[in-house]
């Protein structure tokens, strides 16, 4: 670690730093101006041939994943290590620093400094002073040199760690992004009531992965406001490993199901033009749901019934009621209208039916693993506690000489502040006073 | 009395607030000063009772939530924070002459609130936004805006004050003269732009862990979080200019105007110029 190399000196400027992050501010602009992630005839289509060649060749349609822009994020990072590597052994001398061994001659030209004199030995004087201070919370050390008593204390050495906290901050949330995009997945599946998968495809590759469990969709909702507006999208979902359900759970946005470190997101539907059906014999509690195109006759052949949706409300997609044919045996089958998610009561020869009757919806799921989430959450709690120790905390020292002057003390009081040098001016006021009347 | 009542008075009462603080610094008139703060500070607690009558009038309505959804919304708890913020800048550095550079900000936001045509009414809430993480990133940015709006403020003093021939004094002979020290100008936009800067990571990270539990993905780089990001940037380069290269007086007054204009860019550009997830605020 040469710090005379040229290339060292380089990577661990401050002039760096402010060029890269100019530089990510400026190009960041772009991602948000030309949309992302389209097919390149659109490109074509909206900025002629040669400016969709340009597109291709710098990877402006996914410019946020593109060589140069990760290139961008890993001078970044270089800066970041090797400007700390290059700062920290001076801080650290600083924070370890054997202040007690301060030139009594430059604590006498020190910015902020004050002199007075009392009664009493300076054996006496520094002890009461000493006192003082520690009561104060500087926790003084004290030596005998030149002749005098030097008393030091300092509060906040550790202060100065808060920047190199924040820069290695930055580097963790890096890592654990990284971590998730290696270990992890994003994906999406599309499940029809009823049915069920046990793998899922992922976004940018389309791959599929075996989820190690099967997830089925039993049932899907929407409700909406009076005006209209989407009130509630939610699924329940069930997990089966084998065969066998492990457990149901409700899903909505911002309430998703994990399991075995995967996550699943309400995030769409569809809605599909046929019905679910679930009938309920009352008498011998038999119970089956089927899945009944429109319009099309079904039978249920252990009960011998025969039904269908012969009509049916709709607002867009939405189904809100529908018209079932019913009938049991050789019976005149009835016809009646339901609303949709309703239930009717039927009457049969041998005891009265259940029906309950909506419109079949698939549920658009989001699955995501990401194992680096809590590296990067990590960070960010690391790089908030970074911040407000470089904001508002400072490593702050006090210097006591105390000296005989014919049977007197006479006491020099000098002190410095990293940072916040106003504030620092105003407890050392305080403190001088305080000093002064003890 | 309703909360459309209360914070239609709100806009008038800082217009009336803008003109007190201008007149303290057009005319020293420093006699107005405690008046001025009360008054203030009374159309404060006017807007602060409005935002509460209409976060309970949504429970009214069956449909409650915090007034932070939509644009008119977050609007008016802009001005509620810029207000809020430029009191404790006037309490903690005893000047009121920051408050013609910072209200006029929080009546700017009231006038377009109420007169720009943009939808007031209580809207019911998508289920995108049913979760609790909506106070704390919605509260954090806007903490971290108002004080980035109160910094560009104070940078647009600063460079006034720096053009003039009066630019040393400050006495009140004359009208530049009355306003703080340069060196006084500098230190207070930097500690408002490092409250900020610390806010608007708050922000940006509290938004991230919203989006991961609302779709599995912390950062997807939509136009609103690439656009914080690069004001996050723009802070950060000024930040980092002034602690290692000692920038500071012109320089970063400029900076806190570039900053503020990028900041504006992500909370009221990105949602009319450019589409993408973070679409709530433009209705």
């Given at each position: 670690m040469n710090k005379k190399n040229p290339a060292w000196a380089f990577f661990a400027s401050v002039k760096l730093a402010l060029f890269t992050l100019f530089v990510l501010a400026v190009t960041s602009i772009i991602g948000t101006v030309i949309p992302q992630k389209e097919p390149a005839s659109v490109y074509a289509e909206k900025y002629g041939a040669n400016m969709a060649q340009l597109i291709d060749v710098l990877d402006i349609a996914d410019m946020y994943a593109s060589w140069w822009f990760l290139a961008l994020l890993g001078l970044l990072s270089a800066n970041l290590i090797i400007c700390s590597i290059d700062r920290f052994p001076g801080v650290w001398k600083q924070i370890k620093a054997d202040n007690l061994s301060t030139p009594v001659d430059r604590i006498r030209k020190m910015g902020r400094r004050e002199s007075w004199q009392v009664e009493g030995s300076i054996n006496d004087t520094a002890t009461r002073l000493a006192a003082d201070l520690g009561s104060k919370g500087w926790n003084p050390e004290q030596l005998e040199k030149d002749g005098g008593i030097l008393l030091f204390g300092q509060k906040g050495a550790w202060s100065r760690t808060g920047v190199y906290i924040v820069h290695l901050s930055i580097l963790v949330i890096f890592v654990g992004a990284i971590f998730g995009s290696l270990l992890g997945f994003k994906g999406g599946a599309?499940?029809?009531?009823?049915?069920?998968?046990?793998?899922?495809?992922?976004?940018?590759?389309?791959?599929?992965?075996?989820l190690g469990f099967t997830v089925r969709c039993d049932s899907f909702g929407i409700e909406f406001y009076p005006n209209g507006m989407p009130k509630d999208y939610r699924s329940v979902l069930t997990v089966l490993e084998n065969g066998k359900e492990i457990q149901t759970t409700p899903i909505e946005v911002n309430e998703p199901l994990t399991y075995k470190g995967i996550t699943f997101y309400q995030s769409s539907y569809q809605g599909y033009s046929d019905f679910l059906v679930k009938l309920t014999s009352e008498k011998s509690g038999a119970e089956k749901t089927f899945i009944v195109p429109y319009q099309q006759k079904t039978l249920w052949a252990e009960e011998n019934i025969k039904f269908a949706v012969a009509q049916a409300r709709a607002a867009g997609q939405t189904v809100?009621?529908?018209?079932?044919?019913?009938?049991?045996?050789?019976?005149?089958?009835?016809?009646?209208?339901?609303?949709?998610?309703?239930?009717?009561?039927?009457?049969?020869?041998?005891?009265?039916?259940?029906?309950?009757?909506?419109?079949?919806?698939?549920?658009?799921?989001?699955?995501?693993?990401?194992?680096?989430?809590?590296?990067?959450?990590?960070?960010?709690?690391?790089?908030?506690?970074?911040?407000?120790?470089?904001?508002?905390?400072?490593?702050?020292?006090?210097?006591?000489?105390?000296?005989?002057?014919?049977?007197?003390?006479?006491?020099?009081?000098?002190?410095?502040?990293?940072?916040n040098r106003t504030g620092f001016e105003k407890s050392f006021e305080v403190l001088k006073q305080d000093l002064q009347q003890s | 009395m309703d909360s459309s009542q209360l914070l239609g008075i709100t806009t008038f009462t800082y217009l009336f607030s803008t003109i007190l603080y201008a007149v303290i610094f057009i005319f020293r008139a420093k006699k107005l000063g405690t008046a001025t703060t009360i008054f203030t500070l009374v159309a404060f607690l006017i807007q602060t009772a409005g935002l509460a009558l209409r976060w309970q009038e949504s429970y009214q309505m069956g449909i409650g939530h915090a007034p932070l959804t939509n644009m008119y919304e977050s609007v008016v708890f802009f001005a509620w924070t810029i207000i809020l913020i430029y009191l404790l800048i006037e309490w903690k550095f005893k000047t009121k002459i920051i408050g013609a550079f910072a209200v006029p900000f929080a009546f700017l936001a009231m006038a377009?609130?109420?007169?720009?045509?943009?939808?007031?009414?209580?809207?019911?809430?998508?289920?995108?936004?049913?979760?609790?993480?909506?106070?704390?990133?919605?509260?954090?940015?806007?903490?971290?805006?108002?004080?980035?709006?109160?910094?560009?403020?104070?940078?647009?003093?600063?460079?006034?004050?720096?053009?003039?021939?009066?630019?040393?004094?400050?006495?009140?002979?004359?009208?530049?003269?009355?306003?703080?020290?340069?060196?006084?100008?500098?230190?207070?936009?930097?500690?408002?732009?490092v409250f900020g800067f610390l806010w608007l990571s708050l922000g940006i990270i509290s938004g991230a862990v919203w989006a991961n539990s609302a779709w599995g993905t912390y950062w997807s780089w939509d136009p609103k979080e690439t656009w914080s990001l690069i004001t996050w940037f723009i802070y950060a380069i000024t930040l980092h200019a002034r602690y290692t290269r000692g920038w500071g007086g012109v320089r970063i007054a400029w900076l806190s105007i570039v900053g503020f204009v990028s900041v504006i860019f992500t909370y009221y550009g990105v949602n009319f110029l450019l589409s993408g997830l973070h679409s709530y605020g433009s209705s």
């Open positions: 599309m499940i029809a009531e009823t049915k069920q998968v046990d793998s899922i495809h992922t976004f940018d590759t389309q791959e599929s992965i075996d809100s009621a529908m018209k079932i044919l019913f009938s049991v045996g050789d019976n005149e089958p009835t016809s009646f209208w339901l609303d949709a998610g309703g239930t009717a009561t039927l009457e049969g020869e041998a005891g009265n039916y259940l029906l309950h009757g909506k419109q079949l919806y698939a549920t658009g799921l989001q699955v995501a693993k990401d194992p680096g989430v809590w590296i990067v959450y990590f960070g960010c709690t690391m790089m908030l506690l970074g911040l407000c120790v470089a904001f508002f905390m400072s490593h702050r020292r006090i210097w006591l000489f105390i000296e005989d002057d014919n049977g007197a003390s006479n006491i020099l009081l000098a002190g410095s502040a990293n940072k | 377009y609130a109420s007169n720009s045509g943009i939808n007031t009414e209580i809207n019911p809430l998508i289920p995108a936004l049913q979760s609790n993480w909506l106070i704390a990133h919605v509260v954090t940015c806007f903490i971290g805006y108002a004080a980035f709006a109160i910094a560009a403020g104070l940078g647009f003093m600063y460079l006034i004050k720096n053009m003039s021939a009066s630019r040393q004094t400050t006495d009140d002979s004359t009208l530049i003269g009355s306003l703080p020290s340069l060196k006084v100008i500098d230190d207070i936009t930097h500690k408002t732009m």
